[in-house]
């Protein structure tokens, strides 16, 4: 018979416990600079202790005070200068759609009511790419045109800016951009109208011996062509200006790389003086006025608790990645290590999913250029020599690719030879393959360049 003997055992245990403040610092680490700037502009609405300004004042209150991280006023004024000149900014402006700014167009040259509410339907069916996409059938019918009088109006669109707006076809497109130039090239227009798709296959030779000209002649109208735009919409987009700014600075020094935090991306934090002194001239207790003052004060200490929990860890994230990889820093990219989250997490005794929101959507500013601290982690190559990164590879093929005779372009097997005789690199004929369709290189045959 089976007894049984029911006791009461006390267990410890530890519990992460996910609170506000917590995911508020959580958070605040994987927004880029200006989502944490937007994310403390929405919360001084709706915090009146919470002043924001962008210049500095005596009671401004700083996220961060190690004098290891932030520079003095002089020196951060001259890199601010340095930035704002920077040849490696990135920034990325956005506009109007297409669409809209053909009807600008049309509305600014066209004042027959007739003409314009052709065009402007026309218009209405740019995609965002600058292509027309309409059914002609439809067209007519709606417009009540002939088909001569549609194609008349259809030059008209294609003549708006920029040029190649409104084609049908890629072939249209390439052909109106040539037609707009001052001197159009009769060969690269007669390559673009007839034979677009042997241009884009190389067959040089072909061609030459078609249309009874050199070889030269084709590559010379090639280069013309590859000079257009096969997208005439690509610099319009309906979204807001968008920028990419610096968070951290990496300087070389007397040697050594220095790791500074820039001050300039994020707004200053103040405390309201009038809850301020609502919460110094009160006790505990004596109004709803001090108790909600309290609440607010303790959502801005949290805040600045976070946003300095924020800048600790993006700091020493930095300065593992820079030690990690000095020899990218020293010699070029050339010399990417190998790299992976979970040595900068043991390095910076974080977890790593710390380290992944703390490189996210945040740029490093180097003498080497403007890189998000995500390029710094790149595979491993399996190579015979010593440990190599895929990034690594690819740089190298590309110099190699750069510096061939575009006469006599090297093939794959080549350039394996050479990463294994001038680097110690060894990778296999595939390997080079696959890298060269990453770097948008065509194959030997296809970059081979014919003497003029």
């Known amino acids: 018979m089976m007894h049984m003997d029911m006791s009461l055992v006390q267990q410890q245990t530890m519990k992460l416990v996910m609170t506000q403040e917590l995911r508020q610092a959580i958070s605040l680490l994987q927004y880029s600079t200006l989502e944490l700037n937007e994310y403390i502009e929405e919360l001084a609405l709706e915090n009146p202790l919470l002043d ?21 006023g002089d020196t951060y004024q001259e890199q601010e200068d340095q930035e704002e000149s920077s040849p490696f900014d990135r920034v990325r402006a956005r506009g109007l759609c297409i669409a809209e700014d053909v009807v600008d167009q049309i509305r600014m040259q066209h004042s027959d009511p007739h003409t314009r509410t052709v065009l402007i339907y026309l218009a209405r069916h740019l995609g965002d790419d600058g292509y027309l996409y309409i059914d002609l059938e439809e067209a007519k019918a709606a417009l009540a045109l002939t088909d001569e009088t549609l194609e008349q109006f259809i030059l008209e669109l294609q003549a708006c800016e920029p040029a190649g707006v409104g084609a049908r076809s890629l072939s249209e497109c390439l052909a109106r951009q040539l037609e707009r130039q001052e001197s159009p090239h009769p060969l690269a227009l007669q390559l673009v109208r007839h034979y677009l798709n042997d241009v884009a296959e190389r067959r040089y030779k072909q061609l030459a011996k078609k249309l009874d000209v050199r070889v030269q002649d084709i590559q010379e109208a090639h280069d013309v062509i590859k000079q257009l735009e096969p997208r005439p919409g690509v610099n319009f987009d309906d979204g807001a200006a968008a920028y990419v700014l610096p968070d951290v600075h990496v300087e070389k ?87 992976t989250l979970k040595q900068i997490a043991e390095e910076a005794e974080v977890h790593e999913s710390t380290v992944s929101r703390a490189t996210t959507q945040k740029y490093v500013q180097t003498p080497r250029g403007l890189f998000e601290l995500k390029d710094f982690f790149t595979s491993k190559v399996d190579t015979a020599g010593a440990e190599t990164s895929a990034n690594a590879v690819k740089s190298h093929i590309q110099t190699i690719v750069d510096n061939e005779n575009k006469q006599k372009p090297l093939s794959d097997q080549k350039i394996v030879d050479m990463l294994k005789s001038e680097h110690e690199i060894e990778v296999s004929r595939r390997a080079i393959a696959k890298y060269r369709d990453e770097l948008f290189i065509p194959s030997s045959s296809k970059r081979k360049r014919y003497e003029a």
């Not at 004042?57 to 520079?71: D, I, K, L, N, Y």
Request: glycine share 8%; aromatic share 12%; with cysteine.
């Open 52 to 72: 924001v300004e962008r210049g500095t004042g005596e009671e401004t209150v700083t996220a961060f005070h190690s004098p290891v991280m932030w520079q003095d």
């Open 253 to 339: 020094a007397k040697g050594e790389y220095h790791v500074t935090l820039h001050d300039g991306t994020l707004p200053k934090i103040r405390m309201n003086r009038q809850y301020r002194h609502l919460l110094e001239g009160s006790t505990e207790g004596s109004s709803e006025a001090y108790e909600y003052a309290k609440k607010k004060y303790q959502q801005l200490t949290w805040l600045l608790k976070s946003i300095d929990q924020r800048q600790q860890t993006l700091y020493n994230v930095t300065c593992a990645i820079v030690e990690a990889q000095k020899d990218f820093f020293e010699h070029g990219p050339g010399y990417l290590k190998p790299l």
